[in-house]
């Protein structure tokens, strides 16, 4: 099959450091590749794949100093997919909604994988303008607040099998890897370290929207002895990082759509606990892969517990369900799916489109927030 992937050029696919959507991206389309399809990926140009790669940008813009205009590569990027849309059996977007005006005019079959947050209220208007074009979600909770979109599968994350080297024996840390912003509650994963006396290294980048935050909420609670902060790190020092953690902090306090730390912190046989949210429970296996906490009373008798979960059974769950392989299978049958012809979009009437759009509220705790990537 002759299949386009259109990322994102915000970072490079795989990213040099943080971004979980160009790093599924990578993992896609290099097993796809591995399977014999013939794959092009549409990203910046200092990507790295095995696909033929078509790239728009020089680099990856948030790496790149010189870029002012970021929604300019991003145009560019769309023109390039349409000259060349008729080349291709199947064309993947992973842009959220800034190619369903173009997209709609395709001749060519074509799916977008939805990777941020849909609970934001500015967005519901748009999603049911284009709620017709076909849609996959990364998890079943991110369908929650447009459930009238056209799904046409959940198809959850995988990375490749050998990217992540066992650990049968943890260190002495708590891990907490990501992003500090006020819905990631690094502040949790500090607390629940700190009681229990264990250490906690935290490797997260800031982005310039949560310098205030980092600088006058968590920065202070970095000076605790058991506090390290280690800063954002590459994907070359995950494995060790993870890897001889006792347990992964997962302390969200947003609908994650995903979370592809989760499965990282697995695939390196270290279990994860984190506080039921969005994806968590479908990621999470309770009390095999991790524990899932409503509270913090849980989350600290859970780290209590945690070291006694087995890490052999850990790893042998996320080859399971959480692989590369798995996932580009999900997606050839979701290609099939949607070449072979789907069936209509759900139906939405106007008068309960209208009644979506004027009484749908963003949740109390995420108030201004911007879409999270």
């Known amino acids: 099959m002759k299949i386009a992937q259109v990322a994102p050029l915000y970072e490079s696919v795989p990213p040099k450091y943080y971004g979980g959507t160009e790093r599924v991206i990578s993992y896609l ?3 796809l590749v591995r399977q014999g399809h013939d794959v092009t990926l549409f990203a910046s140009g200092d990507s790295d794949t095995h ?26 990027l769309l023109e390039r997919v349409h000259q060349r849309a008729s ?32 609970d934001i209220a500015d967005l519901q208007g748009l999603y049911v303008q284009f709620r017709d074009l076909p849609n996959v979600s990364i998890s079943n909770d991110q369908r929650a607040p447009m459930p009238w979109m056209n799904w046409v599968a959940t198809v959850h994350h995988g990375l490749s099998e050998d990217q992540y080297a066992f650990h049968a024996d943890p260190g002495s840390y708590f891990a907490f890897l990501g992003r500090i912003s006020p819905e990631k509650r690094v502040d949790r994963a500090i607390e629940i370290a700190t009681r229990l006396g264990v250490p906690l290294k935290i490797a997260a980048k800031v982005d310039k929207i949560d310098a205030d935050y980092f600088e006058t909420t968590i920065s202070p609670l970095l000076r605790h002895h058991l506090v390290e902060y280690v ?28 979370g592809m730390v989760m499965i990282e912190s697995m695939a390196c046989g270290t279990p994860v606990i984190a506080y039921r949210a969005g994806s968590v429970p479908e990621v999470i296996t309770d009390g095999v892969t991790g524990f899932v906490v409503d509270d913090l009373d849980e989350a600290l008798s ?5 070291a006694a979960l087995d890490r052999r059974r850990v790893r042998e769950e996320f080859e399971r369900l959480f692989s590369a392989r798995r996932m580009a299978e999900d997606y050839l049958s979701v290609y099939n799916h949607v070449i072979e012809g789907p069936g209509e979009a759900p139906a939405v009437k106007a008068s309960a489109e209208a009644a979506a759009v004027a ?11 911007r879409p999270q990537r």
């Open 29 to 31: 389309t290099e097993e």
């Open 51 to 76: 696909a033929r790669l078509i790239p728009v940008a020089h680099r990856s813009l948030r790496l790149d100093k010189h870029c002012i205009d970021e929604m300019a590569h991003h145009v560019l």
């Open 87 to 118: 080349e291709f059996d199947m064309v993947h977007f992973h842009l959220g909604y800034l190619h369903f005006p173009m997209a709609r005019q395709l001749t060519v079959p074509h799916v977008s994988t939805q990777h941020g947050r849909l």
């Open 231 to 258: 800063g954002e790190i590459g994907e070359g020092e995950k494995a060790e990082f993870l890897g001889r953690a006792i347990a992964m902090l997962f302390p969200i306090d947003w609908p994650e759509p995903f």
């Open 302 to 306: 859970a780290a209590e517990r945690v």
């Open 359 to 369: 009484t749908w509220k963003a949740p109390p705790d995420v108030p201004g927030r």
